[in-house]
């Protein structure tokens, strides 16, 4: 019998210490799928609003169920019609938020939402772009849709996805201004941001007329307070999935004024693989603040809980199961 992998998992809604590490048996394959030995599972907030049954309104998954949505690692076993990947490749991927279960040293993944990592990047890295990374092009190319030339402000600029929107809109050829607090304003320069604002010093919505898109990547403003500084023709796009921001967003088909947008990001392979040409080139680079051991996601989840990490955390195995 092949030895069991550990899981981390949670019986019950509740705060990080519902998070336990259990031993469980290794998936199998099915077709279309890989086994994936996973190094690095990258942590993102929609891990804990689970948790707390904060998306209980949209979640119907089952209990015990395993957090974690981003995975880095090995291909150990493939299922029947995989075609584009091969036992040993090096891959990363998004998992469906729903389901998840990334917080394991073994996971399924759908081989049409996997993508080749780069040589240049490590495990950890690649654990950390997924999901951010597809929110960011999701929201700015497709709900936003961001033009050569214009000028994008991004809230949040120095969290998991400011980041990488930052980085992405630089790749896109727009003027950006990014939204952050003082100990982040070098990060954020660093990223490419044309301009810096300090969230704690000045209110970016005073800047009339500033603006063709606004993305709230932290979700904490609505249209109605930072309309002013868009121009006409502007768009406002945040990542905030909550029934008000819905509701604006249906108001904002039938009433004049800003478009108003909200991103839901879904699993694409081949907005993933753009996302790796992109860091390929240059263009894109992972930010990675702390890492955690798998067992240790309960402190993973306090510190992601705090709203201060300076792009992502990222769990890491060290019995990775090659079989
Ligand atoms: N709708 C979707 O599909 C989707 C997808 C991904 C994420 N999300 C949501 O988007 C939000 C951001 O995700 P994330 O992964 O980027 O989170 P994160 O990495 O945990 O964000 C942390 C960053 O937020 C910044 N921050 C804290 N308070 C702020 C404020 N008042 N104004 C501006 N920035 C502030 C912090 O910078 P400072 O220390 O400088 O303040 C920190 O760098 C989360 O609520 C997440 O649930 C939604």
Redesign the pocket.
């Known amino acids: 019998m092949r030895a069991p992998i550990q899981q981390v998992q949670f019986d019950t809604y509740g705060p990080p210490r519902v998070l336990t590490c259990a031993p469980v048996p290794r998936p199998t394959a099915g077709p279309q799928q890989l086994r994936v030995a996973v190094h690095a599972a990258g942590v ?3 891990d804990w ?1 689970y948790r707390q049954g904060q998306l209980k309104w949209i979640d119907w998954a089952s209990f015990p169920r395993t957090p974690g949505a981003d995975v880095a690692g090995v291909v150990v076993a493939a299922g029947a019609g995989v075609d584009d990947f091969r036992v040993g490749d090096r891959v990363c991927a998004m998992l469906d ?1 729903r389901r998840a279960g990334g917080y394991a040293e073994q996971v399924l993944v759908p081989a049409a939402d996997a993508v080749a990592i780069p040589s240049a990047l490590t495990m950890v890295e690649a654990a950390g772009l997924p ?2 990374t597809l ?1 960011a092009i ?1 929201a700015l190319r497709d709900q936003a849709k961001l033009q050569v030339g214009e000028h994008v402000l991004i ?9 990488m929107a930052v980085q992405w809109a630089k790749a896109h050829g727009a003027t950006v201004t990014g ?6 304003i070098a990060l954020v320069e660093s990223l490419g941001a044309d301009a810096v604002i300090d ?1 704690t010093q000045e209110d970016f919505a005073r800047h009339t007329g500033a603006f063709d898109v606004i993305f709230d ?4 403003r609505s249209i109605s307070d930072v309309a002013p500084a868009l121009r006409l023709g502007g768009r406002f796009v ?4 909550t029934p008000p921001s819905l509701g604006r967003m249906v108001g904002s088909w039938i009433m004049p004024g800003p478009a108003v947008r ?4 879904e699993p694409s392979g081949p907005d993933l693989r753009h996302a790796m040409q992109l860091v390929r080139t240059g263009a894109l680079r992972p930010v990675v603040d702390r890492t955690f051991p798998l067992c240790d996601a309960a402190e993973a989840h306090r510190y ?1 809980e705090t ?7 990222v769990l890491v195995t060290d019995a990775h199961g090659t079989s």
């Open positions: 993102n907030p929609v609003r938020t999901l951010v929110t999701q809230n949040g600029a120095s969290g998991g996805v400011g980041t939204v952050c607090s003082h100990r982040n969230y990547a932290f979700g904490n945040t990542t905030d999935i909200v991103v839901v990001v992601s709203h201060r990490a300076q792009g992502k955390i």
